[in-house]
């Protein structure tokens, strides 16, 4: 049998990768350093072993997305 690997926090991300500042919401949000994000996206915790958000962690991470998009709404709305 063949079992799917779940898919890490950093693929999940692949659209927006590049266009967001994860070491900026690893110490707004977090207040971690931006190696500890950086190992959450990618699946490991700081000792090389397997090491994904906790559910806490997820809903933190939601909401910082949330809160960003929302303050780029903003922005837009208010550009002129």
Sequence with gaps: MN?????????????????VSWADISRTYFGKSSSWIYNKLNGIDGNGGIGEFSPEEKEILKGALYDISERLRKAADNFK
């Excluded at 890490?8 to 590049?18: G, H, P, R």
Aim: aromatic content about 12%; glycine content about 0%; hydrophobic content about 35%.
């Design 3 to 19: 079992v799917k690997e779940k898919p890490t926090a950093k693929s999940q991300f692949e659209d927006i990768l590049f266009d």
